[in-house]
């Protein structure tokens, strides 16, 4: 091969985009849907009483769902999205953060709270919100970022 043909050969290289819209999208919804089991498992585990049958359906169902989010991502996206995965830590690590905040003051509001005092709707669920947005927002970065 001589000088022109691998310069050819490269600028053919440099024009095929190896993450389509598609692989993006995949990975936008993975993404965004392990933060809303995220949010969702800590809302549900608050609602359900510990140690009563519905608390394991709710650790099963869970597992289950992210088990299946994970091998749904692994079987339909073909390539990774540049900067995809490194998005995706930072969304994890903000929902991470967020969790352990939200359940330290779920607990701190139960303790304070008189005996058997269950907690009001809206905190619940500005909570699971809360916990859920850093991987929401990675998924809305994942899907809108070119390239």
Not at 20 to 45: C, I, K, P
Not at 136 to 142: D, E, F, P
Request: charged content about 15%; overall charge positive.
């Amino acid at each position: 091969m001589n000088p022109q043909q691998a310069n050819d050969r490269l600028r053919d290289a440099q024009r095929v985009r190896l993450a389509s819209g598609r692989d993006r999208t995949v990975h936008a919804v993975a993404t965004a849907g392990f933060g809303v089991l995220v949010g969702a498992f800590v809302v549900m585990d608050r609602i359900v009483e510990a140690g009563s049958p519905a608390n394991g359906v709710i650790v099963g169902g869970y597992v289950v769902l992210l088990l299946a989010l994970a091998a749904w991502q692994a079987r339909t996206a073909r390539t990774t999205p540049r900067h995809s995965r490194r998005i995706g830590h930072f969304g994890l690590a903000g929902t991470v953060v967020l969790m352990l905040a939200g359940i330290m003051t779920l607990n701190w509001r139960q303790s304070a709270a008189p005996a058997g005092t269950a907690e009001h709707w809206w905190v619940l669920l500005l909570v699971g919100v809360a916990i859920a947005f850093p991987m929401l927002l990675a998924g809305h970065l994942i899907h809108r970022r070119k390239g």
